[in-house]
């Protein structure tokens, strides 16, 4: 079966490179808008039986990007192809993966629902808000780590005195693998949100006063989180020789401007979603590339995945 990658509008460096990987070119494909605001996408090369890997992140604009996704696998099913994966290194809507409140929808069910819906037969993610999605697919869901990658990237920035620090519960988790590669204690801040923009650092379980906190997320949206983690680690008498390392840098608004004030002497982040090395940071991009092509390989030829994925 002739492996295929396709991909959107939504990070085609990205795609490039995975394909670049691979030995192979993306597969020529055309989004339009039309004037009333209407996606159309056509795949301009035959995929009748081939095994295609739709490469695209849902990051902003979010409902453009996953519209596109869906519209791409319904072309793939509908031109013939044998089996449509959609790998996804940034999935918009994990973080709603539960109803807070009454009257809400579950939209992480709902989006992974249209996927497979859109003929989406296997999902490949990174760093997934949280392990409970998995439960949230009818189809096979492979939940890669960039874990591995990022701590390569953070250990020059890890000494003695480091702490590594989750910037919320949900996040203790995601610290604790990284503790388990770096071999460095680890504190949990308590975080409240008050708004989208807006959260409160209640407190800090574990000892950070006289060390230099690595913090720790899934990613940076408004960049509320990361400075409230790090302003309640400073008040705790941390060092001001802050790391921040996350797996999706969305960085919307004015998120690189709160991490420019606080001192971050280095911001490590993956390529899942494009953009983020414009910014006017000290920052570090991870390409994701290297291991999203791997497992494309993996899962071209039927092979285990084993070391790649999120382990819990
Ligand atoms: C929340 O649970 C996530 O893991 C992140 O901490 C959060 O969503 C980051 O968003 P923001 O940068 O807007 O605070």
Same mark, same amino acid.
């Given at each position: 079966?002739?492996?295929? @990658?396709?991909?959107? =509008? %939504?990070?085609?460096? *990205? $795609?490039? #490179? /995975?394909?670049?990987?691979? +030995?192979?070119?993306?597969?020529?494909?055309?989004?339009?808008?039309?004037?009333?605001?209407?996606?159309?996408?056509?795949?301009?090369?035959?995929?009748?039986?081939?095994?295609?890997?739709?490469?695209?992140?849902?990051?902003?604009?979010?409902?453009?990007?996953?519209?596109?996704?869906?519209?791409?696998?319904?072309?793939?099913?509908?031109?013939?192809?044998?089996?449509?994966?959609?790998?996804?290194?940034?999935?918009?809507?994990?973080?709603?993966?539960?109803?807070?409140?009454?009257?809400?929808?579950?939209?992480?069910?709902?989006?992974?629902?249209?996927?497979?819906?859109?003929?989406?037969?296997?999902?490949?993610?990174?760093?997934?808000?949280?392990?409970?999605?998995?439960?949230?697919?009818?189809?096979? @869901?492979?939940?890669? =780590? %960039?874990?591995?990658? *990022? $701590?390569? #990237? /953070?250990?020059?920035?890890? +000494?003695?005195?480091?702490?590594?620090?989750?910037?919320?519960?949900?996040?203790?988790?995601?610290?604790?693998?990284?503790?388990?590669?770096?071999?460095?204690?680890?504190?949990?801040?308590?975080?409240?949100?008050?708004?989208?923009?807006?959260?409160?650092?209640?407190?800090?379980?574990?000892?950070?006063?006289?060390?230099?906190?690595?913090?720790?997320?899934?990613?940076?949206?408004?960049?509320?989180?990361?400075?409230?983690?790090?302003?309640?680690?400073?008040?705790?008498?941390?060092?001001?020789?802050?790391?921040?390392?996350?797996?999706?840098?969305?960085?919307?608004?004015?998120?690189?401007?709160?991490?420019?004030?606080?001192?971050?002497?280095?911001?490590?982040?993956?390529?899942?979603?494009?953009?983020?090395?414009?910014?006017?940071?000290?920052?570090?991009?991870?390409?994701? #590339?290297?291991?999203?092509?791997?497992?494309?390989?993996?899962?071209?030829?039927?092979?285990?995945?084993?070391?790649?994925?999120?382990?819990?």
């Amino acid at each position: 079966m002739q492996l295929t @990658l396709l991909t959107g =509008s %939504a990070h085609a460096s *990205l $795609a490039g #490179a /995975v394909a670049e990987r691979l +030995g192979l070119a993306p597969g020529d494909c055309e989004v339009q808008r039309f004037p009333d605001g209407e996606l159309h996408v056509r795949i301009l090369d035959s995929v009748r039986g081939h095994d295609v890997y739709l490469v695209q992140p849902t990051s902003p604009p979010v409902q453009e990007h996953l519209m596109e996704l869906l519209l791409l696998a319904d072309a793939a099913l509908r031109a013939g192809a044998a089996r449509v994966t959609a790998v996804i290194p940034y999935f918009a809507y994990a973080r709603q993966d539960r109803r807070a409140t009454g009257r809400e929808p579950l939209s992480a069910r709902l989006v992974a629902d249209l996927l497979v819906a859109g003929g989406v037969r296997r999902v490949v993610a990174v760093d997934l808000h949280s392990l409970s999605l998995e439960g949230f697919f009818g189809v096979p @869901l492979e939940h890669l =780590s %960039a874990v591995p990658l *990022l $701590a390569e #990237a /953070v250990r020059p920035w890890a +000494g003695e005195q480091s702490v590594l620090v989750a910037p919320d519960l949900g996040a203790a988790r995601l610290v604790d693998r990284y503790a388990h590669l770096l071999n460095l204690p680890v504190a949990i801040v308590h975080k409240a949100r008050l708004s989208g923009e807006a959260v409160e650092a209640q407190g800090i379980t574990g000892e950070v006063r006289d060390r230099a906190p690595i913090v720790v997320d899934d990613m940076i949206s408004t960049g509320a989180t990361t400075e409230a983690a790090i302003n309640a680690l400073l008040a705790a008498g941390s060092r001001p020789e802050v790391t921040v390392v996350a797996t999706h840098p969305l960085l919307v608004g004015t998120a690189a401007d709160r991490l420019r004030a606080l001192p971050v002497r280095r911001c490590i982040v993956s390529d899942s979603v494009p953009g983020a090395a414009g910014h006017l940071l000290p920052i570090e991009v991870v390409s994701l #590339a290297p291991l999203l092509a791997e497992a494309i390989d993996r899962l071209h030829h039927d092979r285990s995945l084993g070391d790649l994925i999120v382990h819990r």
